[in-house]
């Protein structure tokens, strides 16, 4: 009953951040912010402004505020590479925490509910090769970024396995969406045509992956 109670509080806990998101979205509060003025705020502080920037990426998913336009933020205001040290830490940390929450609050009242045999099949081969369904799941860009760390710890992946697979998993990610959210503060230089083929390179790898696999079966079938 408790752990039943637990879930239910930690669903209460997204839809009340998704519906306050909405809020400051509907009242126009976000629109209002002035995003000029926190830019500079920022890169003037320095490496305490790094600090408070992987802070925000480390509770970011509490409020499930999207990862991606974060990461970009980052390398426009810290360029390219602190932007990416930046965003790993912030990330990874942010990683951790998700996959801590629904471990601690959600996993035992999941299990109760966990039918279909697609998730138990999942399931099991998630404990058994945990490292490398995260560390695949990471480097594809098409997975939701907390979809992943909070189904991780719904699920039987181990701490180590979850914990290496996000860490050097994200790391491309990181790297080529700070580079081009640095090139922003230079748009229609070569850096950022470059920038934009790099992430260009970075979206197709679902396609080639799937490619890859669709021969691999013609190749069996045959």
Do not use: C, H
Request: glycine share 12%; hydrophobic share 50%.
């Amino acid at each position: 009953m408790a752990r039943s109670k637990s879930l239910w509080v930690l669903v209460g806990w997204f839809l009340a951040a998704g519906a306050g998101l909405l809020i400051l979205k509907w009242t126009g509060v976000w629109d209002e912010l002035d995003l000029d003025g926190i830019t500079e705020w920022l890169r003037e502080l320095g490496p305490i402004g790094g600090l408070l920037y992987i802070i925000v990426y480390t509770l970011r998913p509490l409020v499930l505020f999207p990862a991606t336009p974060l990461t970009l933020y980052g390398g426009y205001v810290f360029g390219a590479f602190w932007g990416t040290i930046y965003d790993i830490i912030g990330a990874g940390a942010g990683a951790l925490l998700s996959f801590y929450i629904t471990r601690r609050w959600g996993r035992n009242s999941f299990q109760r509910i966990l039918k279909s045999k697609k998730l138990l099949s999942f399931d099991q081969k998630a404990e058994e090769k945990g490292f490398m369904v995260v560390l695949y799941m990471r480097l594809m860009p098409f997975f939701p970024f907390d979809g992943i760390s909070y189904g991780a710890g719904l699920s039987k992946i181990r701490f180590w396995d979850y914990t290496w697979g996000t860490l050097i998993g994200i790391i491309p990610g990181a790297v080529v969406y700070n580079v081009f959210g640095a090139s922003l503060q230079e748009i229609g230089s070569v850096k950022f045509y470059a920038a934009v083929g790099m992430y260009a390179l970075f979206a197709l790898i679902p396609l080639l992956f799937k490619k890859r696999q669709q021969g691999e079966k013609a190749k069996d079938a045959a």
